[in-house]
T-cell receptor
């Protein structure tokens, strides 16, 4: 158990809908990262927040957005969903913002299925 | 731009045999390199990382990796495979984004099967 929790574990929805994925980082971690894992794209970095502020952006679509709240939990919002958005979405957390020196601890993921 | 290539999407070994998972990187500057493991239905877990302190890096569960600049490689090895090592393994490199911050770039992954 990494200490990072993600809800829900599974989500099934229809095209065009909007969903929210939630992540609670390990106690004391200030940084939260979101990743998407799919068969065709592999594991891709989406976005990072550090202490409530956006820190780094990856291959995140404009239909996707995220935020980190004062209690440090984070939400990833996915809207106008398409079939291709079906994937496993991981959240990770680390103590501070630097990727090279701070180990990222991954949650178990949320599996999103868009029908 | 920094990236990694994992050679072999599937590797199969016998229990007790040597495990060798290959990773090559492309980077114009000395990179920071990582190996992660993903057990079935779980998130990723860091096995080890290279941050230029030593070329031979030891990680958890007897895994180690050697950074070879001349070969631009960072292969992962374990002397003797256990059934519990069956998982998917990802090599990753840190890359500086356009905004000046860092992100991890992952390889496609190698699925390791351990046969009894």
């Amino acid at each position: 158990d990494s200490g990072v929790t993600q809800t829900p574990k599974h989500l099934i929805t229809a095209t065009g809908q909007r969903v929210t994925l939630r992540c609670s980082p390990r106690s004391g971690d200030l940084s939260v990262y979101w990743y998407q894992q799919s068969l065709d794209q592999g594991l891709q970095f989406l976005i990072q927040y550090y202490n409530g502020e956006e820190r780094a952006k990856g291959n995140i679509l404009e239909r996707f957005s995220a935020q980190q709240f004062p209690d440090l939990h984070s939400e990833l919002n996915l809207s106008s969903l398409e079939l291709g958005d079906s994937a496993l979405y991981f959240c990770a957390s680390s103590v501070s913002g630097g990727v090279s020196y701070n180990e990222q601890f991954f949650g178990p993921g949320t599996r999103l299925t868009v029908l | 731009a920094q990236s990694v290539t994992q050679l072999g999407s599937h590797v199969s070994v016998s229990e007790g045999a040597l495990v060798l998972l290959r990773c090559n990187y492309s980077s114009s500057v000395p990179p920071y390199l990582f190996w992660y493991v993903q057990y079935p239905n779980q998130g990723l877990q860091l096995l080890l990382k290279y941050t230029s302190a030593a070329t031979l890096v030891k990680g958890i569960n007897d895994f180690e990796a050697e950074f070879k600049k001349s070969e631009t490689s960072f292969h992962l090895t374990k002397p003797s495979a256990h059934m519990s090592d069956a998982a998917e393994y990802f090599c990753a490199v840190s890359r500086i984004t356009q905004g000046g911050s860092e992100k991890l770039v992952f390889g496609k992954g190698t699925k390791l099967t351990v046969n009894p």
